[in-house]
């Protein structure tokens, strides 16, 4: 085990970013200067986003490995610069590290956010590395590129436009829930093994959430430019309403259209959860969640992962869900509040 | 005193983005969805650095005010730009707000980061806000562009070119002992009344630092680009020596060339404490560090502010001061090293 601080705050730096490789042309100087440099091409726009992660607020390390962490950190920046409909290039990562962590689990943490970084083709620039007195902190911000004709933002959603959503919902909640269960369960004891079997899909959902690059790539494939679009990392609820309020509609979802996997639904069974809402309000789903003209329907319909749960409407109609048995109930952001004081 | 939790994360980053304006044209679109969009002109580069501070190791709120450490927060960024030769043009916020904080205080701390955007011509652009069940947590980066052939390196500096430094060095660290010291005298009471009779100028460098676009100005105005620059963050001699590792040379600095306020000479003096050593490894002088061609000797002494401290030699001969008996004593980067177990 090594101390971190035999290393100093400019040897950790090096150590860490040691043999980091830069594969996007935008980017020309990394780590190592007063600040990184950068370069666009000038017909593209600029992104940038940034997510503050804190130990116990966002994350338990009782459970979450910090490789995983690592990576899901990196990985929920990418996933708002997709939901511009742009590419991710870059991020700065800032850590406040705490004297019980060692060299080698910075070491897991960082490797995690490398992976992530390969795995999309996006480059570390620059950060910052500091003592905590508290918990782990990962600051970590994203910049990316579009084609300033290409971005999508919330505002677009027109009457008559369908709503879509890639993959499932509720997976990434129930898997926290699975997480938390056999936390308690183990008691804290070291020897014990928890059950997750048949349900590896949740704690996967939970521990390394991909970015729907895959869903952008296809979308930009049909030949469909989203009228709006954002990530659900909150929840189903709260992000519709999100974009009603920005683009001044209302919308109308289904229930029996919200896509939920199996296992999710095996688990809220289990657990006694209503299945609809934790899919409505679960969040860290980071699926995307986008709406399309109604000329689209062929072409979005033939996108796998894709489904149409509903349309957007005149704003006076509100955001409601329509249940199995044709009743409307307002939709209510719901979605995790990391501010409420009930919320742990 | 109103409670954080009544608003919600999306409330709270509403009501304290509310009104923000925008004061470049490269901002195309701040706060409110996934990512901010931006637009830098096709011959500029675009400059990221980021900054994390966390309390009771950066900064203690026993004496630092929070609209204090809101400006200073912002003001290190914007630094770190002008060490580049660039220009600061966004920020993003990010706030780990622990429950003893009210609505009232979170304004404060916000109402000083947008002070020093508004004072510099910043736009803050996005952020994250969270809980934090540990102390305040302020995390910071700033975007910046210049022309590519304007940005400075550390890594340019050639034998014979001249060192330079801007303002005055030791302030800052000699202001951190002072309040240090007030606040030990406090032990704790309400109503005791520091002493900070004829030291103002102390703590102000410690509470209100400035990042020094004036000097960035006047070099270019004297048509002067600096062969290497970087800001003064952990010392005089732990810079320098960033700067003659990363150009591969050497360097003789003067100890009486050393510029010095008449405040921090005296503190030096109360406390016993070796004034030289203060100033060379001090940190937190925001203060610009820079090499300039011999040629421009006559144009950079005109520069009101500016010191000639040096020159850059040969790798070979090492980095050292001169003193004012003619001996030669290494230089040693002993900055503040936040994650050394014995700092605080």
């Known amino acids: 085990m090594s101390e971190i601080s035999s290393l100093g705050e400019f040897g950790l730096i090096d150590h860490l970013t040691d043999k980091l490789t830069v594969v996007n042309t935008s980017t020309l100087r990394g780590v190592g200067d007063d600040a990184a440099v950068m370069h666009y091409a000038s017909g593209d726009d600029v992104l940038i986003t940034t997510d503050l992660l804190l130990e116990n607020v966002h994350f338990d390390l009782t459970y979450?490995?910090?490789k995983h962490l690592g990576y899901k950190a990196a990985v929920v920046n990418f996933s708002d610069?997709?939901?511009?409909?742009?590419?991710p290039r870059q991020i700065t990562v800032s850590l406040g590290?705490?004297?019980?962590?060692?060299?080698?689990?910075?070491?897991e943490l960082y490797a995690g956010i490398r992976l992530a970084c390969e795995a999309y083709g996006v480059d570390i620039v620059g950060g910052d590395t500091s003592a905590s007195h508290q918990g782990l902190v990962i600051s970590i911000t994203c910049i990316g590129d579009a084609p300033r004709d290409k971005i999508v933002y919330r505002d677009g959603a027109r009457p008559?436009?369908?709503?879509?959503?890639?993959?499932d919902l509720g997976a990434a909640y129930m898997g926290l829930q699975l997480l938390e269960r056999e936390k308690v369960a183990s008691a804290g004891r070291k020897d014990f093994i928890p059950d997750f079997a048949g349900k590896e899909y949740l704690v996967e959902r939970q521990l390394k959430p991909e970015a729907r690059r895959d869903i952008i790539a296809a979308l930009a494939e049909a030949g469909i430019r989203p009228t709006a679009m954002m990530d659900i990392s909150d929840g189903l609820?709260?992000?519709?309403?999100?974009?009603?309020i920005r683009s001044k509609t209302g919308c109308r979802v289904y229930e029996d259209r919200i896509p939920i996997d199996y296992q999710t639904a095996?688990?809220?069974e289990e657990l006694n959860m209503n299945l609809v809402t934790a899919a409505l309000n679960g969040g860290e789903d980071y699926e995307l969640l986008f709406t399309v003209p109604l000329a689209d329907h062929d072409r979005v319909r033939k996108i796998d992962g894709v489904h149409v749960i509903g349309y957007i409407t005149e704003e006076k109609l509100g955001c409601a869900m329509v249940t199995r048995d044709d009743a409307e109930i307002s939709l209510k952001a719901q979605g995790w509040n990391p501010l409420k004081a009930d919320d742990k």
Chains 1, 2 share one sequence.
Do not use: K, Q, W
């Not at 610069?81 to 590419?87: D, E, F, P, Q, V």
């Not at 590290?97 to 070491?107: P, V, W």
């Not at 609820?237 to 009603?244: K, V």
């Open 160 to 167: 008559t436009d369908l709503i879509c959503v890639s993959g």
């Open 64 to 66: 979450v490995p910090l």
């Open 266 to 268: 095996v688990m809220a």
């Open 237 to 244: 609820s709260s992000e519709l309403i999100h974009i009603c």
């Open 97 to 107: 590290i705490s004297s019980r962590f060692t060299l080698e689990h910075i070491e």
């Open 81 to 87: 610069i997709y939901a511009m409909n742009g590419t």
